[in-house]
């Protein structure tokens, strides 16, 4: 080491190495995923998952701040829901559909705010997802477009107002508006991702394009003819599954649900049915309210011709969806998907959504006692306990929470932006920074609320809730907080340290 080239050499030599094996993604040789019969392979292993559909990982619908700041998920905000993805043992999930410009919805920014138009900064959001699904070996099924017309995210009709066709229908039978959405097909298939560099044709973190959501739904929703209407829009999917496959022949096509699985298993494009099972709605229909035997007789139609999955499942009893995840494990059904998770706010507390006006509110992993109605922890340990097992694995060791949390000020009190895994918060006082350090309070949580249903669009919903009051605190007088998240696995780090006072 006393020749001082050699010396410098073997300076550059380590410096090369650790870039080499620091800046590679771990996952650069994550294959796209392919099908073979009726199951789907990563490289030469089967893939199979259990988890729960994100439809706000790409754009939060609940809880709006008046600066609509809060509108596109930020990385604390999509880590945070991969986080617990992750933690969960899903390797898939399911974003809801992009959103359309609507002038009933306030100029709220959207995905697609006019004709051949797209927002960059609605993208560099799906980038960034798309991107950290890599990192957290989770894959998504991306649908395109709703047929239904949802506030703050719209669908076909709206996309047909675009081009000023105002008729309905006119999206899945008008020429123009049919070639607005291959320009948009054209867009997204061939889009470069800013944050990674690979083009979503070639990335493997999208599991499989969709065609949208539930195109079944669309006759019933306008009391519209089924008979008239369900040959438009199967020739709708079979032009739009040519038009994908010819830019796009690395990924799988879902078909979109709802419509008559004969002609979607006969179309070589489309790669995976799909089915939405609620025990909540069927039961209002007067359908079979039974989750299990569904899964079991569509099964049987997919067997020896395509996958299944079950991209949406929810709002029943325990025993009930409990043998539908079991039913899909046993009976060799690709995947399922429960409705749904939502993931924390920037801004402290966590984004709710109450589904349908049902007693179920969003679940936040990994459960707390706000969601005690809908039993949200018993559900969520449910989800992990199978998303292992169909992958034949053991669950994991916990983890300590991360990141650290992040303390900040709320009116009189604090709220903060929690950890992921965090079951509960640990807050600390000190008359100094260098301390000493006190406990005030243990056992807080950042999930507070016992029922949303006349909380989400209200404008109180739009500012964060004070999680924390120190009503030991004498006034005028200067105190230093700091806090920190806690699991079965131990403590994170401490959040940075928040004086308070003169």
Known sequence: MKNPGYKKFYILLMI?????????????????????????????????????????IQQNESQIRKDRTNRFPDEYEIRDILEALNRLGSRATRPFSLSVYSPDDDNMPVYIPARRTYNEDAFQCL???????????VRLIIPFIASQSFGGIRGVDEFAALAGKAETGAFWTDEEVKADFRHFLEFILNRKNTV???MYKNDPAILAWQFGNEFGSFAGDRGLDYAIWTPHILNWCNEMADYIKEIDPNHLIIEAGGLPKEEMLKNPNVDIISEHYYEYWNRLGGRPWQLAPLAREMREMCKGKKPLIIDEFGLGTYDNIKELMVTIREENIVGGLMWSIRGRRRDGGWYYHNEGGTSVNSYHYPGFTAGFTYEESRFLELVKAEAWKIRGLKIPVEKVPT?????MQQGDGFTWRGSAGAAFYV?????????????????????????????EHTEAASEPLVLYSDATKEPGKRYYYRLKAVNIAGESECSDILEIGK
């Open 196 to 198: 990674n560099g690979i």
């Open 16 to 56: 090369l190495l650790v870039s080499i094996t620091f800046g590679k993604n771990k996952n650069a040789d994550w294959p796209i995923i392919t099908r073979k019969g009726d199951q789907l392979y990563e490289g030469d292993k089967v893939f199979r998952f259990m988890g729960l559909a994100a439809p706000n």
């Open 403 to 407: 990141p650290a949390p992040v303390l």
């Open 127 to 137: 980038d960034r997802i798309i991107a950290l699904g890599h990192e957290y070996d």
């Open 427 to 455: 807050m600390e006082r000190a008359e100094s920074k260098k301390g000493k350090w006190q406990i005030i309070a243990t056992g807080l949580h950042d999930s507070v609320l016992q029922n949303v249903k006349d909380f």
